[in-house]
DNA sequence: TTAGGGTTAG
């Protein structure tokens, strides 16, 4: 009678190959406990193989704790590859801090780093918070052992060196690989120009590269939307589709991202049918990209849409619908969602809070918002930050509790910022507080931290007054000061292409149609009774250019072409890189009116929304 | 073993 493998296994101790291949074929943690069980039962739980495979198993599996407790307590002489495992295991659970613990343990043991403990505990310095952190003591030491040579460890010491912003170190480690056309080491030299916004070398590397992956074409395109290029991240997307490479999941959402940026709704809805029609997975951060971009885009139906359809909601994904609802001055709804959230058993984070918060500020819902902040430290344990006191100065001096505001600012353990200041000098202006806002643009005109928005709020207050003396002074002491005001941008999108305006543009290839639109509408606007609000020109020029400056204001510009550019009685949106002046929107509820047109802009702030001569925002921005 | 992603006050 022959013996099979299970009548042996009774007869003698399995050996260990048999354990090893158990384990290997293992999916779940309850049969690793069992098998577990059965090596303790044959006395193998020393074995090497055995020990290490249990170990990387427990790993794999999600249990990090018994994974370590197996390495630490129960294994003799723990080997190079069980501490570099457990070092790797905790990398990849995001667990910096304890693997690099695990390494100075390792260090106090007789055991050797190789090449692989290093380029895992170099990945976690790389992940550590800015700062001088223990990469350049593994630099050293990895030099020492004659290991910084090795692909993989110089790889990950470039990503040490890119985190801290150092190209220099990390571009003479790439110069010195054997393998110059190294796809990996490429891609981290990409990405760490890409973090310190060389896009010109980063990608001057990207187009010598002789073969390009899926994650080299990411480092690169997402190089560009995280430095405010989206134009060139949407184009390098159109040629990586051109090319054999098959973009990813992470691929789109980069390029929603661009998207949001410009505000491209057709771009964006492109995007969305390429996810669709290219079975690209539709996981969460998927979908809250998409729910980003059409909010951003305009298109808050679309993005509510999208948000049903993801199927594991979490807090990230409610936060940006949150997010976008206040940005449209959906302010209720915003609240509702948060309601919802909460009743989900979801717990809400700082971000939800700046999202109602600011829903909240827009609608001047002021009880609501007091009740809210109270709630983020006395319900929900999460400190208020910077940005939570900005709503709630925005929210408390808008309202006209200018005093309140105030009080709020110096109870703070934060220092404010200009953008808090700014927010105070605008409540300032507002509600007419004149010696309060004088006395706080004053005190940052003198301790050096005023921007233009200060020096230009502060004119504004002078102009409320009709104090032109005052205006001329903080007017010349801006041109002395050498603060640059960012210029005004302001665009639209017409079969997908992104036209861009500034004030008084003559650039584009339209502009006698453009000028000869607003001319139209100037006279248009007049027999409404429209007057000019020139007293808004920050300019010391006469009366007639004071109306010419603020007629040619980019949103202007960019409306005018939308009128001779799209169909009669379609939506026109524009995106706005400042906020809309007073004028501009006054001009634009009357032109809402005026042409049968509903026109969306959505400026720095906020969305609004010009239905029939009046607007979303009631005036209220 | 290697590279890369979503939300954030004015």
């Known amino acids: 009678m022959s013996a099979g493998p299970s009548h042996l296994a009774v007869a003698h101790p399995p050996p260990p190959a048999h354990f090893s ?51 630490l307590h129960l294994t003799p002489n723990p080997s190079v590859f069980s501490f570099s495992s457990a070092i790797h295991a905790h990398v990849l659970h995001g667990l910096h801090l304890s693997a690099l613990r695990l390494y100075v343990q390792m260090l106090s043991s007789p055991i050797t780093p190789n090449a692989f403990t290093f380029s895992s505990a170099l990945r976690a310095c790389a992940h550590l918070p800015p700062g001088p952190g223990p990469g350049l003591a593994l630099h050293s030491q990895a030099l020492r052992l004659g290991l910084a040579s090795d692909p993989y460890v110089a790889t990950a010491l470039i990503d040490v060196y890119a985190s801290s912003g150092d190209v220099i170190s990390a571009r003479t480690l ?28 980063a990608r001057q590397l990207f187009d010598r590269m002789p073969h390009r992956d899926c994650v080299c074409w990411n480092a690169m395109i997402d190089g560009y939307t995280q430095h405010g290029k989206p134009t060139e991240a949407v184009e390098l997307f159109r040629k990586m589709l051109r090319s054999s490479v098959k973009p990813n999941e992470v691929t789109v959402i980069s390029v929603l991202s661009a998207c949001a940026q410009m505000g491209a709704l057709e771009s964006g809805k ?70 919802q959230l909460c009743d989900e058993g979801l717990q809400p984070t700082d971000v939800t809070f700046v999202g109602v918060l600011n829903a909240c500020s827009h609608a001047g819902l002021v009880s ?21 006191y900005g709503c709630m100065v925005d929210l408390l001096g808008r309202a006209g509790l200018v005093e309140e505001a105030h009080d709020l600012m110096q109870s703070m353990r934060v220092e404010p910022d200009t953008v808090l200041w700014g927010s105070f000098l605008a409540a300032c202006r507002l509600h007419k507080k004149i010696n309060l806002g004088e006395k706080v643009a004053n005190f940052l005109l003198s301790n050096g931290t005023a921007n233009s928005g200060t020096y230009i709020l502060l004119s504004n207050i002078y102009a409320t007054l009709g104090n032109w003396e005052e205006v001329a002074r903080v007017r010349t002491l801006m041109k002395q000061s ?25 650039r584009h290839p339209k502009s006698r149609e453009i000028y000869a639109m ?45 009128l001779i550019s799209t169909e009669p009685g379609t939506t026109i949106k524009i995106i706005k890189n400042l906020r809309v002046c007073v004028d501009c929107h006054e001009v634009t509820k009357l032109i809402s009116r005026i042409m049968g047109r509903k026109i969306v802009v959505r400026d720095r702030n906020r969305f609004h929304h010009f239905i029939d001569g009046s607007c979303s925002c009631g005036d209220f921005w």
């Open 21 to 71: 291949s158990l384990i290997d074929g293992c999916a779940t943690s309850r049969r690793l406990l069992e098998i577990h069980a059965a090596v303790l039962r044959s006395g193998l739980q020393a074995h090497p193989v055995v020990n290490f495979k249990l170990q990387r198993r427990y790993s794999s599996l999600g249990h990090l704790d018994r994974s370590l407790s197996l390495l």
């Open 174 to 201: 790439f110069d010195r690989l054997p393998d110059e056309n190294n796809l990996v080491s490429s891609t981290a030299m990409i990405t760490c120009y890409a973090k310190a916004g060389e896009l010109r070398h």
């Open 270 to 339: 492109w995007v969305h049918s390429y996810i669709k029609n290219n079975k690209i997975w539709f996981n969460a951060q998927v979908g809250t990209a998409l729910i980003d971009m059409y909010c951003k885009s305009g298109s808050l139906e679309d993005a509510c849409q999208v948000f049903e359809e993801i199927k594991d909601k979490d807090v990230v994904a409610w936060n940006s619908l949150i997010t976008g609802h206040a940005m449209h001055g959906r302010s209720r709804e915003a609240l509702e969602l948060f309601s």
């Open 368 to 388: 609501e918002g007091r009740a809210l902040f109270q709630s983020m430290e006395h319900v929900h344990n999460i400190e208020p930050k910077i940005e939570h």
């Open 482 to 506: 050498g603060v640059q005001k960012e210029p005004g941008c302001s665009s639209i999108e017409v079969n997908n292409m992104i036209h861009e305006f500034i004030v008084g543009d003559l």
């Open 518 to 562: 607003l001319d139209e509408l100037k006279r248009l606007l007049k027999a409404q009774g429209y007057v000019p609000r020139t007293e808004l020109v920050l300019h010391d020029l006469e009366e007639p250019e004071k109306e010419r400056a603020l007629g040619v204001h980019s949103e202007k510009l960019a409306i005018a072409f939308g």
